[in-house]
Nanobody, 121 residues
Framework: EVQLVESGGGLVQAGGSLRLSCAAS????????IGWFRQAPGKEREGVSC????????YYTSSVKGRFTISSDNAQNTVYLQMNSLKPEDTAVYYC??????????????WGQGTQVTVSS
């Protein structure tokens, strides 16, 4: 079965860094795009970044450009989100998800369990 397992969340001070990991299994990894999403208390879930695992194309929401980097290790079926210069407003539960292409959130049918990221001021 399809599984997405996340790790790497935690508590950091503003300006610090974290690297999130999304380990995938149960499907042909390079046939799918992997996206990162986040949801803060009282707010809608929003897309953060996405990568096409076959061609390496990447996408970022404006608020994280220049601070976050998405990458894929296809040999390990794992996608990473390197998060630098973290701000308190980055605090949220972060999820990874799989879709055929980097497109609208409704197209992402498989989701991980989520990992908490907390940035203190």
């Amino acid at each position: 079965e399809v599984q997405l397992v996340e790790s790497g969340g935690g508590l950091v001070q503003a300006g610090g860094s974290l690297r999130l990991s999304c380990a995938a299994s149960g499907f042909t990894f390079t046939d799918y795009a992997i996206g990162w999403f986040r949801q803060a208390p009282g707010k809608e879930r929003e897309g953060v970044s996405c990568i096409g695992t076959s061609d390496g194309s990447t996408y970022y929401t404006s608020s994280v450009k220049g601070r976050f980097t998405i990458s894929s290790d296809n040999a390990q079926n794992t996608v990473y989100l390197q998060m630098n210069s973290l701000k308190p407003e980055d605090t949220a539960v972060y999820y990874c998800a799989a879709a055929r292409y980097c497109t609208v959130v409704a197209a992402f049918g498989y989701w991980g369990q989520g990992t908490q990221v907390t940035v203190s001021s």
